[in-house]
């Protein structure tokens, strides 16, 4: 079994609205309306994967309501924590005519340290079961920022694979408690090792920076793929993932996409290549459709022939 967690959960609506201008008044021509928040959008695709999720995290009022109805409509299982303050929503904009998209994000609902609580109580629970747990997005208000860290270190102690994907002070406690897996994307990935980067070379030796940091295994999400500090063949190895670009319709989610797939290979016990294959395959489609975490398996399959992995050496280590 595979649980996502999202403290942050949401209502995510994904409008496309051509030649969008602030100021002024604007029709969409598509709009979709989903529950949203990382770990949930990952619960999505690795459900359309046919892999086994539980979906939870933290749910408030008529917004976690719709929430939770919308995932069970999606056949998610799924158990959240019910909270006093309503559950945000976000609103992402696309313009077509330039491929841009605008997101804005309400800052959710104020937690309190008894509700943390009973998360906490839920999540140990239900991880008796489980193989794999994704701590996935940001924190609602009232959350310490060391919360993911501290329930990696109670994961690891359950002998439960842990992956992180999340950014900032979060981030930089979680990877110090020592997750199995950490996947930022290159802008979190710049705060987290506190420089940014120029090229591959530089991007290749960040991953290994954030091994150094803690994380037992690091994958940086790109564009065009990803690169990755994995164990291979009992060595930590670096690889680079890429795929051909693509007529992009909404890149957002796509990194949930990424990781999704990645889990849903590794949770079947594919190889470390054929797990970063799979999900670069997975984030690359995911980016034709409005919405984040919807994919179809059946193009995935077919994109998957088409992403190169290549073994790379870090300018460091070279002699």
């Known amino acids: 079994m595979i649980i996502t967690v999202t403290l942050n959960a949401a209502i995510d609506k994904s409008l496309n609205v051509p030649s969008f201008r602030l100021g002024r008044r604007h029709r969409t021509v598509e709009q979709t309306t ?27 009022g008529p917004t976690g309501t719709r929430i939770v109805e919308q995932l069970t409509e999606d056949s998610i299982l799924n158990d959240f924590v019910r909270i006093r303050e309503e559950s945000r929503t976000n609103t992402a904009v696309y313009d077509p005519t330039n491929g841009q ?33 994704v701590l996935a997005g940001s924190l609602p208000r009232g959350v310490e920022v060391d919360v993911y860290a501290g329930l990696v270190r109670e ?23 020592e997750p199995d897996l950490i996947s930022p994307n290159v802008l979190e990935a710049e705060e987290l090792v506190g420089h940014e980067f120029n090229d591959d070379e530089d991007r290749a030796i960040a991953v290994r ?3 150094q940091l803690g ?10 793929g990803c690169v990755a500090a994995m164990h291979v063949d009992g060595e930590r190895q670096l690889l680079r993932v890429t795929v051909e670009p693509r007529e992009t319709v909404a890149a957002v989610g796509s990194g949930d996409a990424f990781l999704a797939g990645y889990v849903a290979s590794r949770y079947g016990g594919g190889s ?22 919807l994919i179809d398996p ?22």
């Open 34 to 60: 989903m529950a949203g928040g990382k770990g949930v959008n990952v619960a999505r695709t690795l459900k359309t994967l046919g892999q086994p999720v539980i979906a939870t995290g933290f749910q408030g």
């Open 101 to 133: 998209m605008t997101e804005i994000n309400e800052r959710g609902p104020a937690i309190t340290a008894k509700e943390v609580e009973l998360f906490r109580d839920k999540l140990l629970y239900l991880a008796r079961g489980a193989d794999i747990v």
């Open 155 to 177: 994961l690891r102690r359950m002998d439960v694979l842990v992956i992180v994907d999340t950014d900032g002070e979060p981030l930089r406690h979680a990877v110090r408690a």
């Open 209 to 211: 920076e954030m091994v």
């Open 215 to 224: 994380a037992r295994e690091a994958i940086m999400t790109a564009p065009d």
């Open 272 to 293: 470390v290549e054929d797990c970063l294959r799979f999900g670069v395959a997975c984030g690359a489609e995911s980016t034709k459709r409005l919405g984040a975490g």
């Open 298 to 319: 059946r193009e995935v399959e077919k994109l998957t022939a088409e992403v190169d992995v290549q073994r790379i050496v870090a300018p460091a280590e070279v002699g």
